[in-house]
Every structure is written in structure tokens, then in C-alpha cells.
């Protein structure tokens, strides 16, 4: 995690005292998904918290989701999923493991594969830079 997590947290690209845009839908055409390894994650948190965890407790599949965000196109596209549930209580739309008070991710050392590859445009620029 490293020298990344600061930027993440609270210099997500590049604004001071913004955090976690990958991790958020806000007002974006922006889904987190598809996650390919989706019954893999259920499996590793189910042990993490020592309960079974449900599919839809985590993840939208596509008749849900596309319904539950007409106005966003990529939430139309059933290729896209499954795409984590996000936070609908909180106006940014996080995803339901990130941790807006601690502006961290609760599931980073067993996050899934999208999120383990995901690098924005602005962190690869930083951590290049600072080879």
C-alpha cells in the first residue's frame, strides 16, 4: 500500500482533501465493476467475518443495478457486472468497504482483483514520477 495510500486518501488526483475517487460513484458515469472473481471475494470475506455474506449484500448483478441508476449509461450495459453496491445513504456513493471516516478501504488485503489492478490515470503519473 505504501506511498499510494496518501495520495488515494487525501490528495486523490492531485485535490487536496479529496479521497477515494475509484472508490466512489458520486455524480459520475462511473461503475465499479465487473468483478470476475466475485464469488472468491464473498468466500474471503465470509472468513474474514465469520458469517456467510450474500451476494446482494455486496454486489448489484445487472437487474438491479440498471434499474437502480437509469441516468448512468455505463450501469446500462450487462457486461459491466457483477459492480459493487455502493453506500446509497451517503451522497458520494461509496462503495459499501470504503470507510469514509477513515478514508480507507475495510477490505484492501482481501479486496477484489478489479480493485487489486485498478490504477487511475493520476497515480500511475505520481508513482512514475517518483522512481
Same mark, same amino acid.
Given at each position: 500500500?505504501?506511498? #499510494? ?7 486523490? %488526483?492531485?485535490?487536496? !482533501? ?5 472508490c466512489?460513484? @458520486? ?8 468483478h ?16 456467510k ?8 448483478d445487472?437487474?438491479?443495478? #440498471? ?7 455505463? %450501469?446500462?450495459n450487462? !457486461? ?7 453506500? @446509497? ?22 479486496r ?12 500511475e ?6 522512481e
Amino acid at each position: 500500500m505504501g506511498n #499510494h495510500c496518501n495520495i488515494c486518501s487525501f490528495n486523490c %488526483w492531485g485535490r487536496e !482533501g479529496y479521497d477515494a475517487s475509484c472508490c466512489t460513484l @458520486e455524480d459520475r458515469n462511473w461503475i465499479i465493476g465487473p468483478h470476475t472473481d466475485s464469488e472468491a471475494f464473498l468466500g474471503r470475506l465470509s472468513d474474514r467475518i465469520g458469517r456467510k455474506v450474500e451476494f446482494q449484500e455486496v454486489f448489484y448483478d445487472y437487474e438491479e443495478g #440498471h434499474k437502480k441508476f437509469p441516468d448512468k449509461e455505463v %450501469w446500462q450495459n450487462p !457486461g459491466n457486472y457483477p459492480a459493487i453496491r455502493v453506500d @446509497e445513504e451517503n451522497k458520494r456513493l461509496p462503495c459499501v468497504n470504503y470507510n469514509i471516516a477513515t478514508r480507507s478501504c475495510m477490505v484492501y488485503d482481501i479486496r477484489p482483483q478489479i480493485c487489486r489492478d485498478f490504477v487511475c490515470d493520476y497515480l500511475e503519473r505520481e508513482l512514475l514520477m517518483n522512481e
